[in-house]
């Protein structure tokens, strides 16, 4: 028997746009990560909590093509696709938006590429804020870049969905592929957790007393 | 079994040397990371009672989550047993290497083979290959692979990291002659 699982569809250039820049891009690779974490410190968590994370190796549209090259509409509809493809995933683990409270995203742009081939992606709304709206969310999505050899390990922070700055969302997930990025591909990853970290006690922005520089007198004595 | 952490992991290839891989080639990982049973009693002599007490309930949970991973057919498997540095390779060998541990997977994969496996020791989140055969034939060539994986944080120094892979398939444009069919063999 084999699967049925086909994804044809999704490595094929954009219907129409294969001439262009856009329907350069090709789809290698879909990974999908959960970490359940049952205790920290020795102390069981009351309920594990999970982070999940999609990452996507794709084909770098823009390589040969210069830093003339525009950004702005070429990658609309491969952000979009990515973030349709990334978010399904997650959801698929999660069970649901609903389940998500916190959410992060990031690119490891192949050595060939320019930094801004990823942000090309991942900073537009064709990626965020559909992964926004997915995701029932709000807040800006927190994000980390690089670019790298295949392995590179990217750590990926994570924010609460609705406002963004909780402290005790405030959390990472590292990610790599072994053999991803070429030099010539971009790896995307799109990232949410269940939970906050395991027995955040480290207060917030409204019980933090008031400071100033003072304290750090003498530091370095 | 004192459990911290459970990865899953699905690796979807789509594409192998320019071509697409239609149906997309699927291989799934389980990792549980549990306190080594063995953790601050110097040497043991007797690993049974600590094999016991702890490789059939793992044995369980990662056979039933790595099926569920992979949502296919199961048709190459294979196990790892990583150990945290304060531990010896043996504990995590004698975790894997029992009955009660690899005959779970094997009756949910419907396998008869043996599992092929890694046994090492290692700093936290380091890599580690994990090789997979068939299930039922181990000379099938097609089905050789190995999956690297890496999981931040685990394990511990006094953990041991546990894991199962399972593939859908064999290697994604597998394409070699089959055993005992090499000009000149004598098998």
């Known amino acids: ?221 | 079994m004192k459990l911290r952490k459970v990865f899953t992991l699905v690796e979807e290839t789509l594409e192998e040397g320019g071509e697409a891989v239609d149906p997309v080639a699927r291989i799934a990982v389980v990792a549980a990371v549990i306190e080594n049973p063995w953790a601050g009693k110097g040497f043991v002599e007797d690993l049974t009672p600590g094999i016991d007490s702890v490789a059939g309930e793992l044995g369980l949970l990662l056979s039933a989550r790595v099926a569920a991973a992979l949502d296919a057919p199961i048709e190459a498997y294979g196990k790892a047993g990583i150990v945290g540095l304060n531990g010896e390779i043996e504990h995590a060998s004698g975790l894997i290497h029992t009955l009660q541990f690899g005959n779970p997977f094997r009756d949910i994969a419907s396998a008869t083979t043996l599992l092929p496996a890694v046994e090492k020791r290692s700093g936290a989140g380091r890599g580690f290959d994990i090789p997979l055969k068939h299930i039922t034939d181990m000379k099938l060539r097609s089905h050789h692979q190995t999956i690297e994986v890496s999981f931040a944080d685990a394990p511990h120094a006094d953990e041991i990291l546990i894991a199962l892979a399972a593939a859908a398939q064999g290697r994604p444009k597998q394409r070699l002659r089959t055993f005992g069919t090499d000009p000149g063999a004598t098998v």
């Not at chain 1, 990452?55 to 609309?76: F, K, R, Y």
């Open chain 1, 1 to 221: 028997m084999k699967p049925t699982k086909s994804y044809a569809h999704l490595l094929t250039g954009l219907d129409g746009f294969n001439q262009t820049i856009e329907g350069q891009w090709g789809l290698r690779k879909i990974v999908v990560q959960q970490t359940e974490t049952h205790s920290e410190g020795g102390s069981k968590l009351p309920k594990p909590i999970t982070q999940v994370t999609a990452l996507a190796v794709i084909q770098n549209p823009w390589i040969g093509h210069g830093t003339d090259c525009e950004l702005i509409n070429s990658p609309q509809r491969i952000a979009a696709r990515l973030a349709k493809l990334l978010s399904e995933r997650i959801l698929a683990v999660t069970g649901g938006a609903g389940a998500i409270q916190a959410f992060g995203k990031g690119a490891i742009i192949g050595e060939s590429g320019e930094l801004e081939h990823g942000a090309a992606i991942i900073h537009t709304p064709y990626f965020a804020s559909n992964l926004r709206s997915v995701f029932e969310g709000d807040a800006v999505i927190s994000f980390a870049d690089t670019r790298g050899p295949a392995g590179e390990i990217l750590v990926v922070p994570l924010c609460e969905k609705r406002t963004g700055v909780v402290r005790d969302y405030y959390q990472t997930v590292r990610v790599s592929i072994p053999d991803a990025p070429r030099p010539e591909e971009i790896v995307l990853v799109a990232a949410a957790s269940t939970g906050q970290r395991p027995f955040p006690r480290v207060g917030d922005r409204t019980t933090d007393r008031l400071i100033d520089t003072s304290l750090m007198n003498g530091a370095t004595e």
